[in-house]
């Protein structure tokens, strides 16, 4: 059975311990300057946003059918069964068209390093497979964050709004979103509040992939060629940083827009 995540921001204390279990999981750093940070980047994967004494977690929404590995030509990113969206570093070849495709603005790129890679949330997927729940889930201490079955996650979610209408604005975020999402989350306050889009369809995203692709008949073998460009200059960076090692220290490539803030 899928599972998923659920966050519950009314029961979030904003305690951050999220945020560090996130980072000691996939080997990120985590320091005082770090958990200040309200964004998502390469090295924070999940962040929790504070307004106003309201709180809201932003991560991958692991989504059900991931607009990220529809438009990925070389299926670096891939939808489990489980519910996870996996990423595989050696298939990249750095076109970042899952960027430009996501709707939550979630990768991120390691702009600054001679072999940079896509970086997001992967739903603890190793965790995930092997049975257990997702390290910010089983940090929380309030439960504000959850593991479980998705269709189990949604029933609960459901009896949350029904038992306690005043405490929540009545929708379930992930429930319909880009054809239903593997976190989902629910708020006493909008969702766009935190940058949550409200405007996004119930149709998956890859629909619409499909059909601009189709109608473009031209655009497989020119994109062939272009992201064989793309692929090459990526692995040649890699062989020249394997080759200049002990100059690495001195090599910086420029940040460039990672399109916006969160
Ligand atoms: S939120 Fe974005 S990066 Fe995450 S699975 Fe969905 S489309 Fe992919
Ligand atoms: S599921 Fe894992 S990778 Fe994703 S935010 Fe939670 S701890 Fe981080
Ligand atoms: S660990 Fe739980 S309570 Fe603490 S900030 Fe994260 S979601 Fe909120």
Redesign the pocket.
Known sequence: MSKA?LYDATLCINCKQ?EA??AE??HLGYSDPVAAEDRQSEHK??VVLNKNEKYMRR??MNCGDPACASVCPVAALKKTAEGPVTYDAGRCMGCRYCMVACPFNVPKYEWSKLAPRVRK????SDRVLAGEP????GICPTGATKFGDRDELITEAQKRLHDNPTNYVNHIYGLNEVGGTSVLLLSSVGFDEFGYRPDLTRDPLPLFTYRVLSRIPDFIPLGGMVLGGVWWITHRREEVAAAEEPAKQNVFYPRSDDRGPK
Do not use: E, R
Not at 134 to 137: D, I, S, V, Y
């Open positions: 995540i999220c279990a996130c999981k996939n994967f999940t991560l991958c949330c992967d739903m603890c997702t390290a910010c889930a």
